[in-house]
């Protein structure tokens, strides 16, 4: 008697193959079709996927060098190779980096086409008078930011702030107790709450150059740079007062020192540690940390490599099989179903099956098997993937 069985199996393939890859041939041998386009990684996409604005291949290569027309063809393909609505051609706001969606366009300058507080770019749109020289090209050939015309314009200087206050700008203040407050309070930009606020760092070691605002979990860690420069950046102030006006002067660092509210401290810099005297800094074997590398490490002064396997390729640190891309195959009730992990796409290798209660892959013979209950009876199935 064999006992009805309602589990479903999922079996995770790790890498797929349909050769073998000697250490002296690693080069992918798989060949795409006329109508796919080939990767960098070897993955074959279908040819209408080739610029069409979306990421497909591991390398991203199928998004670059893109010429012509877009693939829809109510697109419009800026100078850069991205793709923009037709709609946005000619309506005398550039959406293009390029601004080359604004190119070649009639445009009818009416009598008085501006506001009185705004200024026209020399045959196209209108832009608010305060945004003239700025320092930000907002016309399509920068004639708001041109020499010409800023050097004509009347400047006044503008008022310094106190010294409770934080410049957001010049002429533009704000109190120093309201900067990385989490809440934005310069009106031009958002400098109170930009990098000297810090960021999440775990861990925050003062002997690397960085400074904690605490244990708890909202508090941040500083770059050196920030601590004693008068403006309170941790919540409860603690990057301030104490010994910070004690100088680096008292002290002598192998590499460099900061001032600290517990007195001037030295710290080293990337790929090294500080000693025990608490002035020199030695190498540090980041080798020895898990995780620093996917596969091999190799330590050197101030730093380390990484390197990779036969027949694994190193993309930004990580290693990557190279080859056929890595698939599941999944079982349920009724269906075999394959999963390729790096397009992210499906497809079924058998439906509509009675009773489907585990899947198994021979690589050898690229053969994918699974069990099908029917009626009491049980039978293993194949088919070539």
């Known amino acids: 008697m064999f006992s009805w069985l309602v589990t479903y199996y999922i079996f995770l393939l790790f890498y797929c193959t349909t050769g073998i890859t000697t250490p002296g041939n690693s080069t992918n041998t798989k060949s795409c079709s006329s109508s796919e386009y080939k990767c960098l990684s070897g993955a074959c996409i279908p040819l209408s996927s080739k610029c069409d604005g979306i990421k497909n291949c591991l390398h991203d290569d199928d998004e670059t060098d893109c010429q012509g027309p877009c693939p829809d063809e109510r697109q419009f393909r800026c100078g850069s190779g991205k793709c923009i609505p037709n709609s946005w051609k000619c309506d005398n706001s550039p959406d293009c980096e390029d601004k080359s969606d604004e190119v070649d366009c009639s445009v009818v300058i009416e009598e008085d086409p501006c506001g009185k507080e705004q200024f026209r770019c020399p045959g196209a749109w209108c832009i608010p008078e305060h945004w003239l020289c700025d320092g930000d090209s907002n016309c399509l050939d920068g004639e708001d930011e041109s020499?010409?015309?800023?050097?004509?314009?009347?400047?006044?200087k503008p008022q310094a702030c106190n010294a409770n206050q934080y410049e957001c700008a010049p002429g533009d203040c704000i109190e120093k107790r309201w900067v990385c407050d989490g809440s934005v309070d310069c009106t031009a930009n958002e400098n109170d709450e930009g990098e000297q606020c810090g960021t999440y760092k775990d861990p925050c070691l003062l002997d690397e150059g960085y400074f904690s605002c605490g244990n708890n979990s909202d508090h941040k860690c500083l770059s050196t740079e920030f601590v004693?420069?008068?403006?309170?950046?941790?919540?409860?102030?603690?990057?301030?007062?104490?010994?910070?006006?004690?100088?680096?002067?008292?002290?002598?660092?192998?590499?460099?020192?900061?001032?600290?509210?517990?007195?001037?401290?030295?710290?080293?810099?990337?790929?090294f540690s500080l000693a025990k005297n608490g002035k020199d800094c030695e190498d540090l074997d980041e080798c020895q940390v898990y995780g620093t590398c996917s596969q091999q490490c190799t330590n050197k002064e101030g730093g380390f490599d990484c390197s990779c396997l036969v027949g694994y390729e190193l993309v930004n640190s990580t290693c990557f099989a190279t080859g056929v891309d890595p698939t599941i195959f999944v079982s349920t009730k009724t269906s075999v179903r394959s999963y390729n992990l790096r397009t992210k796409s499906g497809k079924f290798i058998i439906p509509h099956r009675d009773n489907v209660i585990g899947v198994a892959y021979d690589a050898m013979e690229d053969r994918v098997y699974w069990t099908d209950v029917k009626m009491k009876q049980e039978q293993i199935e194949s088919c070539v993937f």
């Open 147 to 156: 020499v010409e015309l800023c050097s004509s314009r009347p400047t006044e």
């Open 228 to 271: 004693c420069d008068g403006i309170p950046q941790c919540p409860e102030e603690n990057d301030e007062g104490g010994e910070c006006n004690k100088s680096c002067n008292t002290i002598t660092c192998d590499h460099n020192c900061t001032q600290t509210p517990q007195g001037p401290k030295c710290y080293c810099p990337p790929g």
